[in-house]
Structures are given as structure tokens and as C-alpha cells.
């Protein structure tokens, strides 16, 4: 017997049992961008590994350490999509999006990196996206969160979570931070740990996001960028704080908050939840304004933010929400003649009822065992279909659901029973 392959470590299948969660979160954002009158947007997985070197950054986790890269058949080299923000800049560049333009898009795929996988945390995972060009002002940074904190109204997790905001101003203003920030850290070496030694002359930004204990105090007391912040940028990220109060948007801000990617400028922002150990990030984002440039055309501001969909839904676990529902209906068929004519009335009944979910039993079976399937579909009734009801033009209908006795009825008025039960 031949040995079973399984699937790759931190790439997982997701059952049936599962994905309702999945289609619930990913209903529920698609009607919201729909409310909002962002546009979706369709990218492909595999890029160009310049793309991601470019706007991440060389000198990153995710570049040095995590990205799926391979050489093609062409000798090209190519990787596995971390992150949606690079491709989607990238498509819109590409096909003429930015030129004196605004874009409000959105998009939802799978994401792939070579990180230790534990919970919320996977080789293959998945982010719903949005991202947006050609605005400046901190209207826009306002509308993102007010979206995004929308989203997690909408999911019923808002009391899960808590948003933290920050500012990183613009690239004058974060080299006159980092020459402090390196000055500072080099005056601390025997403090640092190789991680931080290594990105000292790098990225030194990023040790202010280490997960080091030993560390914390260090990091504590550095230089913050804040206060090198000029007039304007300070005037922006007080319009965006001035937004979320007008709207009641409670926040913190975290002058520790600098994210992960090269790309961030201005405002930065993060939706946290202490629910789910240390994968506390549930949505992330906010403004890069030099991206557009970085990867080959004229300036343009834009910004945006990612969502997790694993980690949402691991939140609505925690919550035991089942938001999923059964067909309405299962139709239990006993003969010959009544799988013949079963088939035939579901479809017809399909074709009646617009959104009717009825699941036909197949393959046989006994009375009992298809009653179990019926329970187990997590249909609202059971429609029963037997020789008798064929002769009297009949059928049977048990709920699964509630108490109620079972009754028979001429075939004609199974659609408006069907049409009272969706209503």
C-alpha cells in the first residue's frame, strides 16, 4: 500500500465544517466594501521577487527569511505573493489606474511565507485587502479605520479588540530619527540582541517592534520619532485622531508602533486583541505614500490595510458563533419511483424559489439513516417522499428544528411552506 501524502506543514485544508466561518467574514466585508464604493480587484499569486525587494525592503524578516522564491523555467525569479499591497500598487501602475485618478479597491486571496506556524500564524494564509490612491489628506486614513473598525462591528467581534494608532512622518523626518535612534542603540551595544545588531545601520526603525523581553526597557527609552515631526505631519495625524473622535472611535496611541514593512509613512494603525496569544494583530495598515514612486511612476498618495481572515475567524471561535446555517430543507426519498421523481421536484422547486437550499438524499439508504443525514445537514425540515405520497400526490414534512408535529400535504403547497420558511 502506498504511503499517504499529506499537505504541507502550515498550509491547511479548510473542511466544510469550517469554511461557513470563512463565507460569513468574507460576505459580510464584500457587502461593506460594496457599501462604501470600493471596486475588487484580482491579482495573481506569483510575482517578480524585484517587486517584493523593492517596497518591503531588502532587509526585512520577510525578504531575507520568509518569502517563497524560486527560479522559473526562464530563469527568472519569482516568489509567492506576503503581502497584497506590492502587486496591487504594481496592477495599478501596470494598467494606467494612478493617472489623475482616485481608487478606492479591494481584494482577498491567499498570502504564502516560511514562518513557524502556531496559531494565527501560517505558511499559507489569507487577507481580505483594501487599498487606496490618490487621496492625501487624513480623511481618507479616517475612513480606512472608520471601514475597518466597521468590519469588526459587523462580524460582532468589536468588543474583542482594540485599536492603536501612530504617526511616522515623512522620510526628513524619520532619517533625523534614525541618526538619534542608531547613536542611541550604539551607545546600548552589549544590550542588543544579533537580531538588533543586524539591523542597527539597516533598519534600525524595526528594533522598535522587537518581541525581545530583554529588550523592552531599551526600547522604552529610546528617541521617539514623534518628536521630530514637522508642523505638517503633526497636523495630519491630529485631523486623522480629530475624525475618530467626531465618530466616537476610541483609540490609543502607540508611539511603539511602527509596522513591519519598509513601505509606511504618516499614519500607521493596528487592531489588537489579547484573545488569541501572541498573534494579537487581527488588521493592520496605513499610509505609504512613497511606494508609488518607489516601484516606477509619478508620486502618489495612497494607503490601505490587511485583514487576517484566519485570526477572524479564531476570534469567532473564541465567541462560539456559529454563523453558518443548514440548507433549508432535505428531502428524504424511499423507492425507486420517489428517487426518480426527487430529483425532479427539487430542481423545479430550485427553479420556483430563488436562494432555496434543498439537498436531495442519494445513494439509498434506510428511512433511519437518511433522517440522520437530514439532522446532521443542519436543514431547518425534513421533506419526505415515499410510495404513499407518490400515489396521493403528497408530501411529508418533519421539523428538525422546532417542536412542532409532522404533517402531510398535497405536493402543490410545498412552495409556499418553502417560501413562509425563507421569509
Request: proline content about 4%; some cysteine; charged content about 25%.
Amino acid at each position: 500500500m502506498a504511503k499517504t501524502i499529506q499537505a504541507i506543514r502550515g498550509m491547511n485544508d479548510i473542511l466544510p465544517t469550517i469554511t461557513p466561518r470563512w463565507q460569513f467574514v468574507e460576505q459580510i466585508f464584500r457587502n461593506l466594501m460594496q457599501s462604501y464604493g470600493y471596486g475588487e480587484i484580482r491579482l495573481p499569486i506569483v510575482e517578480k521577487t524585484e517587486l517584493f525587494k523593492r517596497s518591503i525592503g531588502e532587509v526585512t524578516d520577510i525578504v531575507e527569511k520568509e518569502m517563497y522564491t524560486f527560479e522559473d523555467r526562464n530563469g527568472d525569479s519569482l516568489t509567492l505573493r506576503p503581502e497584497g499591497t506590492a502587486g496591487c500598487v504594481r496592477a495599478c501602475i501596470e494598467n494606467g489606474l494612478l493617472h489623475n485618478q482616485t481608487q478606492r479597491l479591494w481584494y482577498v486571496g491567499p498570502m504564502f511565507r516560511h514562518e513557524r506556524p502556531q496559531k494565527g500564524r501560517y505558511r499559507q494564509f489569507h487577507q481580505l485587502g483594501v487599498e487606496v490612491f490618490g487621496f492625501a489628506g487624513p480623511d481618507i486614513d479616517a475612513e480606512l479605520i472608520m471601514l475597518s473598525a466597521r468590519l469588526l462591528k459587523n462580524l460582532g467581534l468589536a468588543e474583542l479588540v482594540k485599536l492603536e494608532i501612530n504617526t511616522l512622518g515623512v522620510s526628513e523626518e524619520r532619517q533625523a530619527h534614525r541618526e538619534q535612534l542608531i547613536a542611541y542603540f550604539e551607545q546600548n551595544m552589549e544590550l542588543l540582541d544579533e537580531d538588533a545588531k543586524r539591523r542597527l545601520h539597516s533598519n534600525p526603525l524595526r528594533i522598535l517592534d522587537t518581541k525581545n523581553p530583554a529588550m523592552q526597557e531599551l526600547v522604552e527609552n529610546a528617541p521617539q520619532l514623534f518628536d521630530f515631526l514637522g508642523e505638517e505631519s503633526k497636523a495630519h495625524f491630529k485631523g486623522v485622531c480629530d475624525y475618530l473622535e467626531s465618530v466616537g472611535i476610541g483609540y490609543h496611541v502607540n508611539h511603539r508602533l511602527v509596522r513591519g514593512l519598509d513601505y509606511y509613512s504618516k499614519t500607521v494603525f493596528e487592531w489588537v486583541t489579547d484573545h488569541l496569544g501572541a498573534q494579537g494583530t487581527v488588521c493592520a495598515g496605513g499610509r505609504f505614500d512613497a511606494l508609488i514612486e518607489q516601484l516606477g511612476s509619478k508620486p502618489s498618495p495612497a494607503a490601505g490595510f490587511a485583514v487576517g481572515i484566519e485570526r477572524m475567524v479564531a476570534l469567532l471561535e473564541e465567541l462560539s458563533e456559529s454563523p453558518a446555517e443548514g440548507p433549508h430543507a432535505y428531502l428524504l426519498l424511499a423507492g425507486e419511483t420517489a428517487m426518480q421523481q426527487g430529483l425532479a421536484m427539487a430542481e423545479s422547486l430550485r427553479d420556483q424559489i430563488s436562494g432555496l437550499g434543498i439537498v436531495v438524499n442519494c445513494g439509498g439508504g434506510s428511512f433511519k439513516s437518511q433522517m440522520k443525514k437530514a439532522d446532521k445537514s443542519g436543514a431547518r425540515l425534513a421533506l419526505i417522499l415515499g410510495e404513499d405520497e407518490i400515489e396521493k400526490q403528497s408530501i411529508t414534512i418533519k421539523n428538525l428544528r422546532e417542536d412542532k408535529p409532522q404533517q402531510t400535504v398535497p405536493q402543490s403547497e410545498i412552495d409556499s411552506i418553502l417560501r413562509d420558511l425563507m421569509a
